[in-house]
């Protein structure tokens, strides 16, 4: 009976356990997905192109200790001066490259200084698409010359090439009126007026009278001998500047008669002997064959270009110009090219002559920008620039496009 029991218990024993393993299979296996996991509602969220104001950092966050401890807006403003900053020039005046071109202010304002640099003084300002003349310029800094004349040094940086004109207002219409008849002219004879003829050259007419003069003058050039008391008689000899000369009579037309019976121009003489002989330091120039005015010119020959020099120690071309007319002839230049373009008596190329003064157009723009002077025997002389300073160049020269007649 024992034995039955037994066998009975272990029988439903394996069949609790039998029907247990077949319900752990079954997990997963039937299709109501409820079983697995919670329903739950899934939704896509849709994009959106703006962001969130919190996403910034705002400036009304940012504290007082960030900004100094100060909220007032004249503490954060500040000011630029167009040419306050450090822009060395590294050429000197003298040796800025001539230019003569056109160009216009691309600034609010500029001021223009007495020398290239922001530490000099200021002349004047100069406002946006002003027109300047660009006379030279160096590395950093343009010499430049305004409508008035006004010349100074202001930053290249600061100027264009390219024409910059201010908008104009429409002007507000004027009313028109209807027009009125115009009456028909009478014609009035006039009376043709005589021709006046010209005055033949001083030197031509004068009787060439001589007055008795015993004096010992000293040549304040290189100046030469003629055999007769005109430019137009032969040369005899030259003289150096400082050399004594025996006279014993003067001309009427401003000429001196040696004691060789020779003769020398009255105003190229001085009546004390200088102290030094006036030499430009460079090698004599040979001057044989040409004029009095011309051996005058050459003896400048080698003398450096200095930017606004008009003396012995410096030319600029126009400086140059005037000095000479000045002291030769006595004849008031000014010292601009443009404005001595703008003087004296037009002369064509087939009729020049020595002492006729040449402007150049070097940028073909209209504006005269040099001058030199014609010394006859198809030469001319010149300030040429900080290279070569003052020197002879053979005739026809180039971009002339007036020639002008002082004397």
């Not at 630029?80 to 230019?99: K, R, Y």
């Not at 030769?328 to 020049?352: D, Q, R």
Request: glycine share 8%.
């Amino acid at each position: 009976m024992k034995y039955e029991v037994r066998k009975s218990l272990a029988f439903v024993t394996g069949l609790a356990l039998s029907l247990n393993i077949l319900s752990v299979d079954d997990i997963g296996a039937v299709n109501d997905v409820s079983l697995q996991a919670p329903e739950m509602e899934i939704t896509t969220a849709e994009p959106s192109s703006v962001v969130p104001a919190s996403s910034f950092v705002s400036v009304s966050t940012i504290t007082d200790e960030a900004t100094g401890g100060t909220d007032d807006i004249d503490d954060r403003t500040f000011t630029i001066t167009v040419d306050d900053v450090e822009n060395p020039e590294i050429m000197s005046a003298d040796e800025f490259i001539h230019d003569g071109s056109h160009f216009w202010l691309d600034a609010d304002l500029a001021n223009l200084r007495e020398e290239p640099s922001v530490e000099s003084d200021i002349l004047g300002q100069v406002s946006y698409s002003t027109e300047v003349i660009r006379v030279s310029y160096g590395t950093e800094w343009s010499f430049v010359r305004l409508d008035n004349g006004t010349e100074g040094y202001i930053l290249s940086s600061l100027l264009s090439s390219e024409e910059i004109a201010l908008p104009t207002a429409t002007p507000t219409p004027t009313p028109t009126t209807a027009p009125t008849a115009t009456p028909t002219p009478v014609p009035v004879a006039t009376a043709t007026p005589t021709p006046v003829p010209e005055a033949a050259p001083a030197a031509q007419t004068a009787s060439n009278a001589e007055t008795p003069y015993n004096a010992t003058v000293y040549a304040s050039c290189v100046m030469n001998v003629r055999s007769g008391p005109g430019t137009e008689y032969s040369l005899v000899t030259g003289l150096n500047p400082g050399d004594a000369i025996t006279v014993t009579a003067s001309t009427d037309n401003g000429w001196y008669r040696t004691a060789d019976g020779y003769y020398v121009k009255a105003d190229l003489c001085l009546d004390t002997a200088p102290s030094t002989p006036a030499s430009s330091g460079t090698a004599p120039v040979d001057t044989s064959g040409y004029s009095d005015f011309a051996a005058y010119c050459m003896q400048y020959v080698g003398v450096p270009y200095v930017y606004s020099g008009s003396s012995p120690s410096g030319f600029d071309c126009s400086g140059f110009v005037s000095y000479v007319y000045a002291n030769y002839y006595g004849v008031s230049l000014p010292h601009n090219a443009a404005e001595i373009a703008g003087l004296g008596a037009p002369v064509s190329a087939e009729n020049i002559t020595c002492g006729d003064v040449l402007c150049h157009d070097y940028n073909n723009d209209g504006y005269i920008d040099h001058v030199s002077i014609y010394i006859g025997n198809g030469t001319c002389i010149h300030a040429s620039n900080s290279r070569l300073g003052v020197v002879t160049t053979s005739w026809p020269m180039g971009s002339v496009v007036a020639i002008r007649r002082f004397a």
